[in-house]
């Protein structure tokens, strides 16, 4: 086993007992051990994502914000930059993998939903709607992967109903 292999180990290791300075530091080892190369390996962008997905407010990466959401002065408490980080990362791993698509999207949806509530809690209603109709996409390929899974649907219904809420707050502003 390369050291990479084991230290991406340590990484999923320490994700799974909520250690996630450690799952980071180990993630940011075999992503700087591979190299570019990293960006062949489904398993390393699909625990990146996971790691970078799950990082608390404490490790946010401020230089990682996109264009769009700098505008949004305290969008540093929300750690955009890891958010960024796990979308890219578990986009990369479906397109590597198409059996990790799934669990990719699940990834993605989950980091959509949690910008589109803090955009909002913090007056950026039009950006919290724009990320709430991506989640809706990618939801909705979910439900067309996994018709049985009835969290999807339950999330879809949710996501709908906060997206027509932003609506109302966006409109009121104008």
């Known amino acids: 086993m390369e050291s990479w292999e084991e230290e991406l180990k340590y990484a999923v290791d320490y994700l799974n007992n909520y250690e996630f300075s450690e799952a980071k530091t180990c993630i940011d080892y075999v992503l700087e051990e591979l190299g570019s190369e990293a960006e062949n390996h489904a398993e390393v962008m699909l625990a990146a994502a996971k790691v970078y997905h799950n990082l608390p407010t404490s490790m946010a990466s401020p230089e990682l914000y996109d264009e769009e959401v700098q505008q949004a002065p305290s969008i540093c408490d929300i750690t ?4 960024r980080k796990a ?7 479906m397109n ?5 698509k799934e669990e990719a999207l699940d990834i993605i949806v989950l980091c959509y939903n949690f910008q589109a509530e803090k955009l909002f809690t913090i007056g950026e209603e039009s950006l919290s709607h724009s990320r709430l109709n991506q989640s809706i996409g990618y939801l909705e390929e979910l439900i067309k992967m996994n018709p049985a899974e009835e ?6 219904k949710q996501v709908k109903e906060l997206t027509d809420y932003a609506m109302e707050g966006s409109n009121t502003l104008e």
């Not at 955009?80 to 958010?83: I, V």
């Not at 979308?87 to 791993?93: D, L, P, S, T």
């Not at 590597?96 to 990790?100: D, G, T």
Request: hydrophobic share 35%; charged share 25%.
């Open 151 to 156: 969290s999807y649907r339950n999330t879809l």
């Open 87 to 93: 979308i890219e990362y578990a986009e990369k791993a």
């Open 96 to 100: 590597i993998n198409p059996a990790m």
């Open 80 to 83: 955009e930059g890891n958010l």
